[in-house]
């Protein structure tokens, strides 16, 4: 225990952002230019206090020669002349004796995008590495700290004045000096606000809500370890759900600027407390996610909260089978075609089908043995008629049924040829309108039948075993049984992950295999497993079956995909 709070506290006074701000080196700078922008480098003056603790250190003071006139109204402003600085050191002199003063400090300057935007500009001119020093901003400090009410402007002079500290002239020096006091000055207002170390100092100057700051002790004593967070309101309610590979740092990240949606902020408003799940790696993590938002429905959340809105494509099981767009899947041995995000996809890939097909759309149940009056369709000859039984039922399953079959699970070449011949037939005659119609029906078919027979490949595997590389040594693995993650754990570096990979599977949830291609997850989580299969560095451990696409699948369609899909946005132009 001793060991571990020695550890701690080793790694707080290696943490800069951690560091209190009176065991904190800061460097105020000033800089006094020519008035133009911070790319023509025209520094006049470089002023400069080191302090630590409330004490001044050492000082940094010199003219600098910036090889260029010094406007009339900027020496009316400042006092220095041309005659002043022409025996002054050039810049290239100068950059690299102040870059040394200011080594391992915190910079501050009053409006420092100003002056540290001229000395990066230097450095990059003079080709001196920008040393990226942590800056502080003692005019966003006072406009976070201050009020209206006590203050009218953030400017120096008028600070100075508030605090009663020394005043800025317009030199680098005495403006630096400024600064300083009007630093310790906010130092003090900081503690009223609870901000004692660097980073809070830090965050505190950005544009940082009184929300966020009060809930910022949400975040306190979380994880740092890849897993899921929720933020729970008052009554234990779930309100916004997410992942990260380090929970510590992403839920503090909420309590930041960098913070800026407003649904995140009305939340933050409600939430009580953060509850964190650690996961062994991040797909655990991804997936735990998915499964929590759709368990939970979080108000906050807007993505995967209903998964069980997805619709499908079905080719029903009858005598003359035709497309209905279905909400579930069933163990009836009907052909799936989906999953679609809304009835539109759906629909747009059934006139896909129907394009290209002759299948029949009336939605009655027709019988081989009793014909039945036929509709519209039939007579404009756009229906085989399978109601007047003017086609039998081995032909209708031969040209209109094995087709859609065929494509969904195997090879949908002969229907995205009949399609394209379409398209380039209206296309020929001047009707663009209609054949962009039909290549918009034609993206959603192949959208589908590629995402279905990628979900199928891995759905259709009994269990499946795999590994990859850890960022810290050893093996992220995971156990995969019919699409769904049943076991994540990691094997630590130096031994074997057999031994790991033995326990999983015998912990791991037991899944039986159901009806369509999602049988036992949802599509989403079956993706990212996908996702994280298919990465480099992944490893098969061991499979129950193969794992592989139709060689003339889908798959192979992606570029004619993309070409439609980009094409939609010109829907006149035809090559």
């Known amino acids: 225990m001793q060991l571990f709070v020695q550890q701690t506290f080793d790694q707080l006074l290696d943490d800069p952002l951690a560091r209190p701000l009176r065991e904190t080196t800061f460097v105020v700078v000033d800089l006094e230019?020519?008035?133009?922008?911070?790319?023509?480098?025209?520094?006049?003056?470089?002023?400069?206090?080191k302090i630590c603790g409330g004490a001044e250190l050492a000082e940094f003071a010199t003219l600098v020669n910036p090889g260029q006139p010094v406007p009339p109204f900027i020496t009316v402003l400042t006092g220095i002349t041309e005659a002043m600085l022409l025996p002054a050191p050039p810049l290239a002199e100068v950059l690299p004796a102040f870059l040394e003063f200011a080594r391992d400090s915190v910079w501050v300057a009053h409006n420092a995008p100003y002056d540290i935007g001229f000395l990066r500009a230097a450095c990059g001119r003079y080709g001196y590495p920008w040393p990226a020093p942590r800056?502080?901003?003692?005019?966003?400090?006072?406009?976070?700290?201050?009020?209206?009410?006590?203050?009218?402007?953030?400017?120096?002079?008028?600070?100075?004045?508030?605090?009663?500290?020394?005043?800025?002239?317009?030199?680098?020096?005495h403006d630096a000096r400024a600064t300083v006091d009007v630093l310790h000055a906010l130092f003090g207002r900081l503690g009223s606000f609870k901000i004692f170390t660097l980073g809070d100092a830090?965050?505190?100057?950005?544009?940082v809500s009184p929300e966020q700051r009060r809930k910022r002790h949400l975040a306190d004593g979380l994880p740092d370890a890849p897993g899921v967070y929720v933020f729970r309101a008052a009554d234990d309610r779930p309100l916004y759900v997410g992942k990260s590979g380090a929970i510590a740092t992403r839920v503090k990240s909420y309590f930041t600027a960098a913070e800026k949606r407003a649904r995140i902020s009305e939340m933050l408003a409600a939430a009580q407390r953060v509850e964190a799940i650690e996961c062994a790696h991040g797909l655990e993590a991804e997936i735990r996610e998915l499964r929590l938002i759709a368990a939970h429905?979080?108000?906050?959340?807007?993505?995967?909260?209903?998964?069980?809105?997805?619709?499908?494509?079905?080719?029903?099981?009858e005598a003359y089978p035709r497309l209905s767009v279905v909400r579930q899947l069933t163990g009836d041995g009907a052909t799936y075609l989906g999953p679609f995000g809304s009835p539109r996809a759906a629909e747009q890939a059934a006139a896909a089908l129907y394009d290209a097909l002759p299948l029949r759309q009336c939605t009655a149940k027709l019988s081989p043995r009793t014909p039945s009056p036929a509709c519209a369709l039939a007579e404009l000859g756009r229906c085989p008629a399978p109601c007047e039984h003017r086609i039998s039922v081995a032909d209708y399953g031969s040209g209109a049924v094995e087709p859609v079959r065929a494509a969904t699970l195997a090879d949908p070449g002969p229907l995205v040829a009949r399609l394209l011949e379409r398209i380039a037939g209206y296309a020929g005659r001047g009707r663009y309108e209609e054949a962009a119609v039909v290549r918009s029906r034609l993206a959603a078919l192949l959208r589908a039948t590629i995402r279905m027979q990628r979900?199928?490949?891995?759905?259709?595997?009994?269990?499946?075993?795999?590994?990859?590389?850890?960022?810290?040594?050893?093996?992220?693995?995971?156990?995969?049984?019919?699409?769904?993650?049943?076991?994540?754990?990691?094997?630590?570096?130096?031994?074997?992950?057999?031994?790991?990979?033995?326990?999983?599977?015998?912990?791991?949830?037991?899944?039986r295999p159901g009806p369509g291609p999602t049988p036992c997850a949802s599509a989403e989580e079956t993706e990212r497993v996908l996702a994280w299969l298919e990465r480099d560095g992944t490893r098969l451990v061991q499979t129950s079956d193969g794992w592989a696409l139709p060689a003339a699948g889908a798959s192979r369609f992606r570029n004619l995909l993309t070409k439609c899909e980009q094409a939609a946005t010109q829907p006149y132009v035809y090559q």
């Open 135 to 173: 800056v502080l901003d003692t005019a966003a400090l006072a406009r976070r700290a201050l009020t209206r009410d006590e203050v009218p402007d953030r400017r120096l002079a008028t600070l100075a004045g508030h605090f009663h500290t020394r005043t800025p002239t317009h030199r680098a020096l």
């Open 297 to 317: 429905k979080p108000p906050y959340n807007r993505r995967s909260k209903f998964p069980e809105r997805h619709h499908w494509l079905k080719l029903t099981v």
């Open 33 to 49: 230019t020519t008035g133009g922008p911070p790319d023509g480098c025209g520094i006049t003056e470089v002023g400069a206090v």
């Open 202 to 207: 830090i965050e505190f100057a950005k544009a």
């Open 455 to 511: 979900l199928h490949s891995l759905t259709t595997i009994a269990e499946l075993v795999a590994a990859r590389p850890a960022a810290k040594g050893g093996w992220e693995l995971a156990v995969v049984r019919h699409g769904r993650l049943v076991a994540a754990g990691v094997s630590p570096p130096g031994t074997h992950p057999r031994p790991v990979i033995e326990v999983l599977l015998a912990s791991a949830e037991t899944v």
